[in-house]
Every structure is written in C-alpha cells, then in structure tokens.
C-alpha cells in the first residue's frame, strides 16, 4: 500500500471536465488528463484491500492495487507493465469505460471510491509519452494463417494476443477505417480518433494486416475464407437495430441512432459536411429510447445546432437513495443518470429535463411521407405473474410536433447475411460452445456478436479469451 490510510486524508478528485457551455462548442474530448501529483495523491486513497472486489468487476481483471501502489511510489513504468498485462488498450478503457470495478470499490461502502479509471488513463498516456509503448514483436513466426472479420475492440484484442504470438493476421473491415463502433460509433467527444489510429498503427508495425472496404459475404465469400484461413474469427459486433412497434418504414426524417451518429463521426474524420443525409440544425428533435447511444445522440445533436430535444423513455425514472450507505454494495444502487450530455442540454436549452419518462410513441404524423410529429402516451408500470409490464394509460394521448426521431432503442445480433452455414438465433446472435467455437470447424465468434451489445472493456476481454481458444486449437 502506497500510503497507510490515504484514503482517510484524501477525497475522490476526479479528472478536471470542461463546462458544458464550453464542451458543446467543439467535439474535443473534454476530459484533460489527471496531472502526476493527482495521480499519485489520488492512488493513495487505495488500500489494497485482502480481495480486490474492483479487480473481480473489471471485465478484463486489472489488476488495480497493485497499478495503484507503483503510482503511489512514482514508478510508473512498472505500473504499465502491470496494466498491459491485461488490457490490451487502456487508452480506449480509460476513456470509454464506465468502470465497473469503482462499483466494487471497498470504499464505495461509505465514502467515493478510487478514481481507478482516471489513474488507468495516467498511467498508459504517461507510457505513450514516455515512448515506452512500442510495437512487441514476435520471438518465433508461425505458418497458421488467420482472419478476423470486423475490427472493433474484440477484433483488435485478438489480433494483438495472436500476432504476438507469431501468427500471421488479417483483419478483414467493411467500413474504410478500422476501430469498429470506437470509431464510427462513439462520438469523438468521449473518444478521439487519433487515439485509435494511434494504436492501430502500432498493431501494423507488430505485423497485423487490416484489409478495408471488405466486406465479408459481399466482396469476400464467408466460404473462401474459412478454406483458405486456418482459422477464422467472426468479431461483427451487434449492429442491427431494435426496431419500435410502431413502423417508420418510408417515412422521411425518422432514423437509426447509428445512421446519426456514424454519419457525424465520418464527416468529422474526413472534414466534410457536405454529403449529410441528416441534418438536425434549428430542427426539433425527438430521441426514443434511453440507453447510452441515446445520450449520444443528444450531445452530437446539441453539437449540430439543434432547436429542441425532447427523451421518451418507456422505463420509469429512478429515484436516487439519500442513506449515504451503499447497502447493496458490491454492487451500486441503481441511481438517476445524468450524462454528460444530458447536462449539456439543461444548459444548452435551458430546460431542467429533456427526458419524459414513462412514455412512449403510439404514432407518427406525417404529411408527404415527412414527419411532422408524432403521438405520445403515458404508461403504468404493474406486475403481472412476477413480470413488470407496462400499459398505456387510456386519456394521456398528445401530439407533439418533431422534425427529426432518432430510433435508440438497443441492439440485436450481428448482420450474418453472406456467412452460409453459421448457426444463429432469431436475434442474430451467433450460436458458440464453451470454447467460442461455431458450428464451423475453424470459426470462432467474440466481442458483441457473441454476447450481444457491452462494452469496449468487455469486447477487449472477449477478444483476449477467443485468442487464446485459437491457440488451443491451432496447436492440437
Ligand atoms: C453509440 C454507442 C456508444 C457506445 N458508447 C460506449 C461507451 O461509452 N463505453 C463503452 O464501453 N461501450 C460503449 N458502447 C459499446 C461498445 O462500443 C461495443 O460494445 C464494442 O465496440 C463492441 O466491440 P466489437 O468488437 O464486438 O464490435 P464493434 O465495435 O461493433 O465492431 C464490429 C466491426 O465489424 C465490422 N463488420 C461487421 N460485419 C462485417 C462484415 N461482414 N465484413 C467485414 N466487417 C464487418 C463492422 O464494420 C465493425 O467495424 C457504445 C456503443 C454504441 C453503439
Ligand atoms: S477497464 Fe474499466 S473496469 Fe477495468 S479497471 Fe479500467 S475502468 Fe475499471
């Protein structure tokens, strides 16, 4: 333990934030770096407790007292070590993550726990800076031959473990960049792209392939890849939308999130705003659904000049504890969330709340095939056999008048047209065995297009562990 009772003599500082007056001018990311004396005073707070609960919730298991106690002593090379030999990108997590392991946090009984996330982006900056973080090449190359379809996170992961391993890897990406939803998905003010490229760089030094523009099943038979690779590893991610009862087919001016918000981050990679299918400025807004990709529509709306924004929420609003005790610890207690983007809107519009729970759309009006508003009603929530279900309440109909719905209602499976003979489910999600193994010989599946829609943490682990069935199975 870096220093015996720290954590008595030091509160929680978080990293420093920009206003949201000032984070909506621009989509820098907007969470500067925790400067080294922080770092260190904030590590001390850690105490290193007999079962490190954080470690158990991080998805990846970093190993957090120990990174924390070489920040506390100032040896931050060994603290890197320690990180990167579990996670292979601690500069996506570190920002990205919404860190399941402060959950766990021993202290996070009765007081706030370790910044641990803030110090896990400390310490693999500092490395970059330092030049510490280099392209690990192989010992000894192998023959076997792999492919991964998709280079999100879990895709990326796998490609790291196995190229340092000796193999040969191709990452095989539809889109025209590699990093998946790191990229085209999360807005650039919670993740710069220059991060992303700055690793995939040092994936190509180690020896990774990336073929672009690729679509497998389209300009590359599923088949002749999993005859021609040794092995083949299906990291598609978990795209396709969930769809709302009410149909918006060939209606004008009602959208996925993702047609937004991949839209907004390719214009912003490529400096121009000139193709733009959408466009949200001096329109009103509805967002349906409230999950994090809705959050994200809202702050890159407000960043594109929108006139109004209104959140429909079906779930009921949460209503925050006021004990001070965290009795359902390890675990958080379920509180009201306040996004970052749902503070720029209160700001921003001068509206206490854009988000209406408890309701939901029932119709949209349309006049030449163009929204032009919709129908909304209320709901109750009431258990019926031990299941919460919810029933319009008969009077609470409205119209409201939108320009533009953003449909941010979650994610089913990958997109598995073109791959002849994988079995799958009814939601898309890729059928596995207990070592990530399809009903395909040599194909194996990962990251969300196995589990469903998650994280980049977990995505990450996901990649780790399917590399190592690889190897298993390459080496029988
Ligand atoms: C809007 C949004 C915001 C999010 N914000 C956060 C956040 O703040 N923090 C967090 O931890 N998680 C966040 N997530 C979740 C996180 O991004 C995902 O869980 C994670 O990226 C999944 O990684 P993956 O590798 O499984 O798939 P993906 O990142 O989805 O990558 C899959 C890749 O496969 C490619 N692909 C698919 N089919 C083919 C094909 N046939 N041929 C070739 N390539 C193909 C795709 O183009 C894509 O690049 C967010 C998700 C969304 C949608
Ligand atoms: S990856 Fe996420 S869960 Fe793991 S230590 Fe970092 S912030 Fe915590």
Redesign the pocket.
Known sequence: MGKIGGFLEKNREENMCDSPEERVKTYCEFNPLMDELIAQEQATRCMECGIPF??F??????V?PEFNDFVCLGKYKEALDILEST?NF?EF??RV??????EGCVLNIRNMPVT??NI?LFIVEKGFKEGWIVPKLAKKKRNEKIAIVGSGPSGLACAQELVRKGYSVNVIEQDEVAGGLLVLGIPDYKINKGIVARRIKLLEAEGVKFTLNTKVGRDISFEALHVEYDAVVLCLGAQLPRELSVSSSGIKGVYHAMEWLTQTNRNNREHNHNNEKIIVRDKNILVIGGGDTGADCIGTSIREGARSITQIIRKCKIENPQTGFNSNWPYSVKEFDISTSHEEATVYFSKENIREFTSVCTEFITKDSKIVGVKLALVAWEEIRGKRVSKIINGSERSVDVDVIFLALGFLGGNLQGFEGISHGDDGCVKYDENYRTNLRNVFVAGDTRIGQS?V?TA?SEGRKVAKRVEEFLNK
């Open positions: 954080c470690q919730f991080c998805p990846v298991s970093n957090i996670n601690p997590t570190g993550c919404p860190a399941p392991c402060e641990i996330k896990e994280l943490v990450i």
